[in-house]
């Protein structure tokens, strides 16, 4: 059964790529089918859902959600990048550290994106700057505050290592890979001469933040210090104060509930079911075992690197690549010497966000964005998706070879 139990969690993602369908539903399903097979009861296949993941994660994106809806993250954003005035070769760092902190903060990469990828490509073409440039920083900035503690896929992550029995690497996940994603930015600023930029000409518009979005703002630092601070839970935290913004007609409640990301909710948690119970029948082991065939203590770490950073060019990082290549960590730590489970899940963990390929959700807003509205050229448009492609394996290559080397050692977060 273990065999079996592997090629259907494979299967899974394969037919859930192919046919375009949400892996989670599929999982889900394919639970039953290998329950009945196994002779597992379905009772321990309803064991295997995480419900603290789930409520976690459906507490922050309500809450967020409401923020959206009522334009709290828009309102700042519009803030952020009008302050900087004339110094327009900051701005690409300004869109970098908006993404960042907003993500950071609680929402993760998922609506974020949407706003900072439109606000830095927008700008991107009003004043003549690269889109790759722009909407690179964005996605960067995005993708590299949802490693947080308090963030999606900071979440997804330690939850996974606290069911492997394994805890404690939240600050070095999220420390880490922000020093990764800036070499990353300050990349994308030199090649494109981002500090060429010239002064911003166009008139500033004065921008107030009305009675919803300031008692917004003072709930959002109220969750940050409520986490932080006090070790609250995110996600119930998230759900009280959804409470108290709806409570003050803050936010609306149906639009709100309809913007959260249940695909992807969806998604994470069925995946779970699945790989709860391919790890009770050993596949986990069996993938281990396999992929170990292949590593040393030298190259183990960028050889996850390179399996997480090209599977989740097709297909979800925080529901599919993560759930499936996060717990072969410990086995392979246990079977190659040397190998730090931590450093393991750092290298497939960053992997896996860090895309601008133009068929993952931050490659396809940027395309989307910079085309909207104007009649592009085909070679135009071409280029673009050829410099999204290539900008994408240049760092999953680049991050793979610092893994390779040590890099997760070469800084201790105390």
């Known amino acids: 059964m273990t065999s079996v139990s592997l090629f259907v969690l494979i299967g899974s993602i394969v037919v859930g790529i192919w046919r375009r369908m949400n892996v989670g539903v599929i999982a889900v399903g394919m639970s039953l089918v290998l329950a009945e097979i196994a002779g597992i009861p379905t009772k321990q296949?309803?064991?295997?859902?995480?419900?603290?993941?789930?409520?976690?994660?459906?507490?922050?994106?309500?809450?967020?959600?409401?923020?959206?809806?009522?334009?709290?993250?828009?309102?700042?954003?519009?803030?952020?990048?009008?302050?900087?005035?004339?110094?327009?070769?900051?701005?690409?760092?300004?869109?970098?550290?908006?993404?960042?902190?907003?993500?950071?903060?609680?929402?993760g990469a998922i609506p974020v994106l949407p706003i900072a990828i439109i606000i830095g490509v927008t700008l991107a073409k009003q004043l003549d700057i690269s889109p790759v440039l722009m909407g690179g920083c964005a996605t960067l900035g995005a993708v590299g505050g949802t490693l947080s503690p308090l963030a999606l896929t900071g979440i997804i992550v330690q939850e996974i290592l606290t069911e492997q029995g394994v805890a404690g690497m939240e600050a070095d996940l999220f420390i880490k890979g922000t020093i990764i994603n800036l070499v990353g930015v300050i990349s994308l600023y030199i090649f494109y001469k981002g500090y060429t930029l010239k002064a911003l000409v166009q008139e500033k518009r004065r921008i107030t933040f009305n009675k919803n979005q300031k008692i917004s703002i003072v709930l959002l630092m109220f969750l940050v210090i409520m986490v932080i601070g006090f070790n609250f839970d995110v996600g119930m935290v998230g759900f009280f104060l959804a409470m108290v913004l709806l409570a003050v007609k803050g936010s609306d409640e149906k639009s709100g509930i309809s913007q959260i990301p249940w695909s992807v909710i969806i998604m994470v948690c069925g995946v779970n079911v699945l790989m709860t119970l391919v790890q009770k029948l050993g596949g986990v082991k069996l993938l281990a075992n396999f992929l170990a065939n292949f590593m040393s203590e030298q190259s183990a770490a960028a050889i996850m690197a390179l399996t997480g950073g090209i599977m989740s060019q097709f297909s979800s990082a925080n529901g599919v690549v993560i759930p499936t290549l996060v717990p072969t960590a410990t086995d392979i730590a246990l079977m190659i010497p040397g190998v730090s489970v931590h450093e393991l899940v750092f290298a497939i963990t960053f992997a896996a966000v860090v895309t601008l390929s133009p068929l993952s959700t931050a490659g396809s807003l940027i395309m989307a964005t910079y085309t909207q509205g104007e009649e592009k050229s085909p070679r135009e448009i071409n280029r673009l998706f050829t410099a999204l492609f290539v900008w994408t394996f240049v760092m999953l290559i680049g991050f793979a070879l610092i893994c390779g080397l040590g890099y997760y050692d070469w800084i201790s977060v105390w």
């Open 45 to 107: 296949v309803y064991g295997g859902f995480p419900t603290k993941l789930f409520v976690t994660l459906l507490g922050t994106m309500l809450f967020f959600s409401l923020l959206q809806k009522n334009k709290t993250l828009e309102v700042i954003s519009d803030f952020t990048v009008q302050s900087i005035g004339k110094r327009l070769f900051l701005l690409p760092f300004v869109v970098y550290m908006l993404a960042f902190m907003l993500s950071a903060a609680g929402p």
